[in-house]
């Protein structure tokens, strides 16, 4: 599993650049959390003894090749596949949940990792805003936080490829 420390920093430093947003800045700062837990939890789940080898398969003065072993689930291609699917999987995993009292867009998990519901999620308050706007299809929701994940993602995919690859234990 990969360390706090590492969350933090990669978080720290995709939050900074999505904070110069114009749009919601709460709403993009929810939807960038859940595109890195997402992604930390995908590569979690990868074995850490499974390898890749890297490096050059050119056979150098003394005959040997210049190859080194690497994390496959830090591996570039690896992490490629992972943001592939990752916003697809938050658009259809998550929620907006809208709080009454702030008027702040949070964007929940409606299970944990385990397969458990989300506790957290008051579903009143999303019951309350689909009330509010009846003719809003339940499909916005999904658009919207798929859409603004991909921006994040677009922005930041070399950012978080640097920073997974950089906590290679």
Known sequence: RLSNRMKISVLVSILASVAEAKKDKF???????????????KVSQVDR????????????????????????RLSETHLTEVFE?????????????????SDRKWVKRMTTFEGA????????????????????????????????????????EEDMLEAFQAFED
Request: hydrophobic share 35%.
């Open 117 to 156: 519901m989300n506790t957290d999620i008051n579903f009143q308050n999303i019951m309350d805003d689909k009330a509010a706007e009846p003719d809003k299809p339940p499909s916005v929701d999904v658009l919207k936080i798929r859409w603004t994940c991909e921006n994040i993602l677009e922005d930041i």
């Open 49 to 72: 003894k499974k390898t890749i080898n890297t490096g050059s398969s050119r056979i150098d003065p003394n005959g040997e090749m210049k190859e080194r072993k690497k994390q496959w």
């Open 27 to 41: 709403f993009y700062c929810q939807t960038c959390a859940a595109l890195v837990e997402e992604s930390f939890f």
């Open 85 to 101: 699917d990752v916003c697809k999987n938050i658009a259809n995993d998550y929620v907006i949940e809208m709080d009454p009292e």
